[in-house]
């Protein structure tokens, strides 16, 4: 099927700015955005912006006039929508460094859209990194190359502009994203000028949001599968996953686009539901992002076929990860983590594990660390959880190199004499409560040294004897 954009695009304003403009927010805000202007109206418009690479992918959607479908598509049908939300891009590689402050400061802006990835928002311990080398070089002076340097930067403008706050709102898979992005905020205008700092924590708000949807990047088999069903090309158009959500806080300064009327859920408190999905969803991809490929897996849906390695998801799920919960109301624990292992086994996605692996070390203390650190505590199972963290450091030793903001100092713990216990030892890892815990690493260093010794497959046998067949029914 295919549906074509109903709503009237000439009444679109540049009153969003979406920053880390990929894949995702092609599927996923955007798509949002569509539903909630085709059903309510409005002036909402777009601009989608990179900061580093992604000059092209702009230019694209520029010769596109900001047209591009999603598709949505599972084994048995595809739906494609043409989405016409944007107004136009900008990239400071083609249109200066001067271009984004100046559009976060123009009057039309209500709303910036972040989907950065954890690694963009310069953190460490919940505040901004000072050490990182992007925010000295952007708090030293000169043109800012970081989202918050580029963020503050305009919100100074804005300021002096007065033109009054907006709203920051991250769409990126990091627990209270709103706070850890309003600290990084504040931190960096706080170490700039006090003034400006005490403006923004006046007039900007920045709500936490919880964004599913599955979008893996585009690959030969996703192209070939949109232009099949949509018998032309569209170099800009994304391969979805039917299934989506969105929870947004609501904490929003002045008008708030028609997310809602897309299908979003504004709600006070996002914590329930970022924690379920993190832990369950994020926790799993994680996990299959090692331990499939060291079992020869290529792709999430090839995961799934794995019945061992389903039963194991499985277990993760309710036994270790579902526990360590305060479940939002209604949800039912086990509908959901059956559901998405249906999600997973999607045979039209192929998402790709290599993929899922990146920047590991900025997912790792959210979707596995938190969870093992409150069942340790707790005296709970953390069978699965341990083999995941064996088989991310014996993928670190014997799989293809994986891109990650810390990859020069975990390769090389990795490759020493004690690789678990130096990987686990590097600063700023393991959460406070597991420091020096033989209860983690002693399960660890079993795991790992199983895997040096029998190989993936008889490892992850081994360890689903300790399973109980309640928790590995299917």
């Known amino acids: 099927m295919r549906i074509s954009c109903s709503y009237d695009r000439t009444a679109l304003r540049p009153r969003i700015l979406h920053l880390g403009f990929g894949a995702f927010a092609r599927a996923h805000p955007m798509v949002y955005l569509h539903h909630g202007l085709a059903a309510a109206g409005g002036d909402w418009g777009v601009v989608a912006a990179r900061l580093n690479s992604g000059v092209d992918a702009l230019d694209a ?24 939300v944007l107004t136009g891009s900008c990239h400071p590689v083609r249109d200066g460094a001067a271009a984004l402050p100046a559009l976060i400061a123009s009057a039309s802006m209500s709303l910036i859209l ?10 460490k311990a919940g505040a901004l990194d000072v050490d990182h080398p992007g925010i000295r070089a952007d708090l030293a002076g000169g043109a800012p190359s970081t989202a918050i340097g580029v963020i503050v930067a305009g919100l100074a403008q804005r300021r002096t502009a007065v033109h009054g706050g907006l709203t920051i709102l991250s769409c990126d898979n990091q627990p209270h994203n709103g706070a850890l992005t309003r600290a990084a905020v504040l931190d960096f205008a706080g170490a700039l000028d006090p003034e400006l700092a005490h403006w ?6 920045f709500p936490s949001s919880m964004v599913d949807r599955i979008v893996p990047a585009m690959t030969d088999d996703g192209r070939a599968v949109i232009r099949d069903a949509l018998d032309a090309e569209d170099p800009n158009a994304i391969l979805c996953e039917p299934f989506r959500q969105w929870v947004i806080e609501d904490d929003f ?28 969803l994020n926790g799993a991809h994680t996990t299959l992002a090692w331990l499939g490929q060291l079992l020869g897996h290529e792709t999430v849906s090839d995961c799934i076929q794995d019945n061992d ?36 086994a999607n045979p039209r996605l192929r998402h790709r594990l290599a993929q899922i692996a990146m920047d590991s070390s900025q997912k790792m203390p959210q979707r596995l660390l938190a969870p093992i650190a409150q069942n340790i505590a707790a005296d709970r199972d953390c069978s699965i959880s341990s083999l995941a963290l064996a088989a991310w450091i014996k993928g670190l030793r014997d799989l293809a190199p ?11 713990a990795a490759a020493s004499d004690t690789p678990v216990t130096s990987v686990l030892a590097l600063p700023g890892l393991l959460p406070e409560p597991l420091h020096d815990c033989t209860v983690l690493t002693g399960p660890v260093l079993e795991a790992y040294a199983r895997l ?8 992850l046998a081994a360890t689903l004897t300790h399973v109980s067949p309640a928790e590995a029914a299917q």
Do not use: W
């Open 253 to 280: 300064a002045g008008d708030i686009p028609p997310f809602a009327a897309g299908g979003a859920l504004l709600v006070p408190d996002v914590r329930p539901f970022e924690e379920m999905k993190l832990r369950l």
């Open 452 to 459: 040096e010794e029998t190989g993936a497959t008889a490892t």
């Open 114 to 123: 972040l989907t950065i990835t954890e690694k963009g928002y310069c953190t």
């Open 61 to 84: 959607l520029d010769q596109a006039d900001g047209l591009y479908h999603v598709a949505e598509a599972d084994g048995d049908t595809i739906t494609l929508r043409e989405i016409g």
């Open 309 to 344: 390695l389903r039963t194991a998801l499985r277990h993760l799920m309710l036994a270790e990860q579902a526990p360590t919960l305060t479940l939002p109301g209604g949800i039912d624990i086990v509908a959901y983590a059956d559901d998405l292992l249906t999600r997973f």
């Open 200 to 205: 923004i924590s006046t007039h900007v708000r």
């Open 402 to 412: 994986i891109d990650d903001p810390r990859q020069a100092e975990l390769y090389a």
